[in-house]
């Protein structure tokens, strides 16, 4: 049940983010996957900066008790999903309207 939590918290929101990547940009060619692996990271880098100054969660292990309360978990992934969508509409704008950083 925790590997599932976890999957759901850690890589959903790279994949909703992918997507809505997908739909601004207009390009449906490139991999989604690899989209999606990319906006985890960047999500998940942007998250831990901000756990590191605000809630003091400083390692791994840290965050995996934190993810033990139920309310930290549903705020995370909420928050991760909320970020990823900010990443991606800003992504998806520049890849819209700089067409040198489209691929042919």
Do not use: H, Q
Request: aromatic letters at 16%.
């Amino acid at each position: 049940m925790d590997f599932l939590r976890f999957f759901i918290v850690l890589l959903l929101p790279g994949f909703i983010a992918a997507r809505s990547y997908s739909i601004i940009a207009a390009d449906r060619r490139r991999n989604m996957v690899f989209n999606a692996l990319i906006f985890d990271l960047l999500t998940f880098i942007i998250n831990i900066t901000g756990l590191f100054y605000f809630k003091a969660i400083n390692t791994m292990t840290e965050l995996l008790t934190s993810f033990e309360c139920l309310s930290f978990t549903r705020k995370y992934a909420l928050l991760s999903i909320l970020v990823g969508i900010i990443l991606s509409v800003i992504f998806g704008v520049i890849t819209r309207f700089i067409p040198r950083f489209r691929r042919n």
